[in-house]
């Protein structure tokens, strides 16, 4: 079973692929790969071996379908009544989701990777962040949780 982390974001800011590139690079020795820009990426280890398989989804049908399958699990997670009315909020006017893959053998340099990546996408206003198993954050804030 794999796991997966996305990043919802309100208002896609239309980030050029080529800053993502340069985020990277500057901030770890791994490489971003892409034959279709954001569409569908690697983050990559400085060997050439992918540690994360990622893509972003936008067009409101396309968002609309991932957003609802995220709505429907908001009932079972912990948290305050005001986490849960943000989330829902945040999820019915998102336009756009990047979602990762953690590449389960390579688990501690896909989840860093997955984390570099958020950290980018945060540096634009409107991103939550859910990942499996675990719940939704605000930035470092986990706001709803999944049940143990």
Known sequence: MGVYMRAVISS???HEFGELVAFVGE???GFVVSGDGWA???IHDPAGDAVLIA???TGEAEVREELEELLES???LRGSPAAHEKVEAHLRTASAVVGMQIIMSRY???????NQLIAFLERSPGVLTQI????WYDLDDLILQEPE
């Open 55 to 57: 893509d972003l989804i």
């Open 108 to 114: 501690d340099e896909s989840v860093a990777a997955a």
């Open 132 to 135: 499996d198993t675990v719940g």
């Open 27 to 29: 901030q770890s020795d």
């Open 12 to 14: 896609w800011p239309g």
């Open 74 to 76: 908001l009932d079972d």
């Open 40 to 42: 569908d990426f690697e």
